[in-house]
Nanobody, 126 residues
Framework: VQLQASGGGLVQAGDSLTLSCAAS????????MGWFRQAPGKEREFVVA????????YYAELVKGRFTVSRDNAKNTVYLQMNSLKPEDTAIYYC????????????????????WGQGTLVTVSS
């Protein structure tokens, strides 16, 4: 089982960036997916969750309206489109998978996630 996050980098405030999370070793369509982030010196925080089908999403208030999550189950990949980036978005971004019984469920509690990727660093300069 592997989740490989990629797409991080150094950008300027106001720029956009798209992260990808490629899953392997399990049937990703059976899992809700989430993105979390951890800034230097801070605890990990929830960013967004998406249901198995992709139809239901839930965003943290801090990113609502700026970030968009999507998934392509045929490619076993989840994406996080980040627009209007701010310096406070600087963090290591992690993708995670949570087994869901239904197509429409999702999870916001990191402790309930089953699998985690290694993270990708996003740095936003002012």
């Amino acid at each position: 089982v592997q989740l490989q996050a990629s797409g991080g980098g150094l950008v300027q405030a106001g720029d956009s960036l798209t992260l990808s999370c490629a899953a392997s070793g399990f049937t990703v369509s059976n899992y809700g997916m989430g993105w979390f982030r951890q800034a230097p010196g801070k605890e990990r925080e929830f960013v967004v969750a998406v249901s198995r089908s992709g139809t239901n999403t839930y965003y943290a208030e801090l990113v609502k309206g700026r970030f968009t999550v999507s998934r392509d189950n045929a490619k076993n990949t989840v994406y996080l489109q980040m627009n209007s980036l701010k310096p406070e978005d600087t963090a290591i971004y992690y993708c995670a998978a949570d087994w869901q019984r239904t197509q429409h469920g999702f999870e916001v509690d990191a402790a309930r996630y089953d699998y985690w990727g290694q993270g990708t660093l996003v740095t936003v300069s002012s």
